[in-house]
């Protein structure tokens, strides 16, 4: 009596540890159990002035070991730097006070992370410390200039709170790209627009009530997301210590760097050095 | 168990009445399930019809998902030199959406309409009624175990799923086109988070919808007339609306869970 029924049973059996066994398949395999946060941790303060595109949940490494992740990104109200907590595996708790904290890019498109390097004094952070020395990242921009000596050509602005600034050539910026400061979204682009007089390109930034002391010498910057991501405009902060206001002017702009002038530069350059090394 | 029939008075009062039916029925359903763990060998026996007797279609139709996929990615991506990330593309896209919703249509396609069916069979035949006469409770016994096995059955169909379509991946992308077997799996592993892809993706989403699915299997099946015609309607009803349920509930739960 028992015996139809105790194939099934059997069947239905074998069918379920199928089932578990592809469950423990793909949480094991296909994923990796590293990335789920597990035991201890304890959390340090640290103060980027420029985060990228660093997320929360981005891994925390040392020496290129995984040791923890950011906890969370925020950016204060009046401050122009960062704060990013990570949180740490209490295991890893040796870690020297003047250890820098950096954020690195995996490869050049890749994920952005904090790589801690450790310092030489004797002292330990504690749980909820932070750490004074940090250094941000590099956006592309910047490395290209420094390294072909060339900064952007800056030219005059006007605006409003809704701020508006001119560049000489804004790339791709579109309407609605985010503006940046310390790489945290403060604003977006409300329009781009050709200027018939000055010929150039006016663009109106409007920026959230809440940051509202931004030095009125600050520079404003179009920076592209990694090597082929999406433009946006990056404020850095001047030092003037009246704050902008709502109709006021960027005086300071950087256009946006494009990959093929960089290109074109760098060839003549080094054409330039060869020729006379030729004629020798 | 008492049916409100709808009125036909128009199709947005007659939906409406439908819904509120089957919430009902949930109901019914749900009272029922301490009376019949009496039942037990019975939710075994339909887990084994709607789960076990599924598996080869779930195991072909993963592998060719995940082939086809993988095939598509690998022209796209070679052209921006990216192939190496197309077996985590393949991963995501299957834990996240693909697994869980083609799990579903197939489900309601190969076990729902089986079951409305049926059951629509043994009202049509006064097989329900005879339960009744012998004091055979028929929610207990026929409606909640194969809506308990559905519930069961899925998400264990979906895990398969997912396995399947990985390993069609890794068939077509390593060992046919060529991607390095190692970059393959750690980008694969680097990506894929276990809480946010595997728990709240591939084991949630396939729950609600194994849920979603059985209820229709068998309160369309419940509720058919008694008639061949009826049984053949309700057969199709329980497909039209499990797609159209699957579909809908999957933006929402997307929407929440993302």
């Given amino acids: ?280 | 168990m008492n049916v409100r029939l709808p009125s036909r008075e128009n199709v947005v009062t007659r939906s409406l009445a439908q819904i509120g039916n089957s919430g009902l029925f949930l109901l019914t359903l749900l009272a029922a399930v301490p009376r019949s763990m009496r039942h037990v060998r019975e939710t075994i026996r339909q887990l084994w019809f709607v789960g076990a007797m599924s598996l080869t279609i779930i195991m072909t139709c993963g592998l060719f998902v995940g082939m086809v996929l993988m095939l598509q990615l690998y022209h796209v991506l070679s052209i921006f030199g990216g192939t190496s990330a197309s077996g985590m593309v393949v991963a995501l896209s299957v834990y996240r959406e693909l697994g869980p919703v083609v799990t579903a249509l197939l489900f309601a396609g190969r076990a729902g309409t089986a079951v409305t069916a049926e059951i629509g069979l043994m009202r049509a035949t006064d097989q329900i009624s005879a339960m009744e006469m012998m004091a055979v409770d028929p929610i207990a016994y026929v409606a909640t175990p194969r809506f308990l096995a559905g519930l069961i059955a899925m998400p264990l169909l979906c895990c398969v799923f997912c396995a399947m379509a990985v390993f069609g991946g890794h068939l077509v992308g390593v060992t046919w086109l060529g991607i390095d077997n190692g970059t393959f799996w750690s980008n694969m592993t680097a990506v894929v988070d276990v809480r946010t892809d595997i728990v709240n993706g591939v084991l949630l989403k396939s729950l609600a919808f194994g849920a979603v699915v059985s209820l229709i299997a068998v309160f369309q099946g419940f509720t058919t007339p008694p008639t061949s015609e009826g049984v053949a309607y309700a057969t199709t009803r329980t497909v039209v609306a499990s797609s159209i349920a699957i579909l809908a509930l999957d933006f929402v739960l997307t929407a929440f869970l993302m």
């Fill in chain 1, 1 to 280: 009596m028992s015996q139809p029924r105790n194939s099934y049973a059997v069947g239905t059996g074998l069918f379920i540890v199928l089932g578990f066994a592809a469950l423990a398949y793909l949480a094991t395999q296909t994923s990796s159990v590293a990335n789920v946060r597990q035991g201890d941790s304890y959390t340090l303060q640290t103060q980027f002035t420029n985060i990228g595109q660093l997320k929360e949940r981005a891994p925390v490494k040392i020496a290129g070991v995984r040791v923890g992740q950011v906890q969370s990104i925020t950016l204060k109200p009046g401050h122009d730097v960062a704060d990013v907590t990570l949180s740490i595996d209490r295991q890893y708790d040796h870690i020297p006070q003047d250890s820098v904290a950096t954020i690195f890019t995996s490869g050049l498109l890749g994920d952005q992370y904090v790589g801690i390097e450790y310092g030489s004094a004797k002292q330990v952070v504690a749980d909820g410390g932070s750490l004074a020395r940090t250094r941000s990242t590099q956006p592309l921009e910047q490395m290209l200039s420094k390294f072909f000596g060339a900064g952007g050509v800056v030219d005059n602005v006007g605006g409003s709170y809704t701020v508006k600034a001119n560049f000489t050539n804004v790339g791709t910026l579109s309407v609605g790209a985010p503006v940046k400061m310390a790489g945290v979204v403060i604003g977006s682009v409300q329009s781009v627009r050709a200027d018939p007089v000055q010929l150039n390109a006016s663009v109106v930034l409007s920026i959230d009530k809440r940051y509202n002391a931004i030095p009125d010498d600050s520079a404003a910057a179009v920076f592209t997301s990694g090597l082929i991501g999406s433009q946006y405009v990056a404020i850095q902060p001047g030092g003037s210590p009246d704050a902008l206001k709502d109709g006021d002017e960027m005086v300071l702009t950087q256009s946006a760097m494009q990959l093929e002038d960089l290109i074109g530069k760098f060839l003549v350059n080094g054409s330039g050095d060869k020729k006379p090394a030729g004629e020798k």
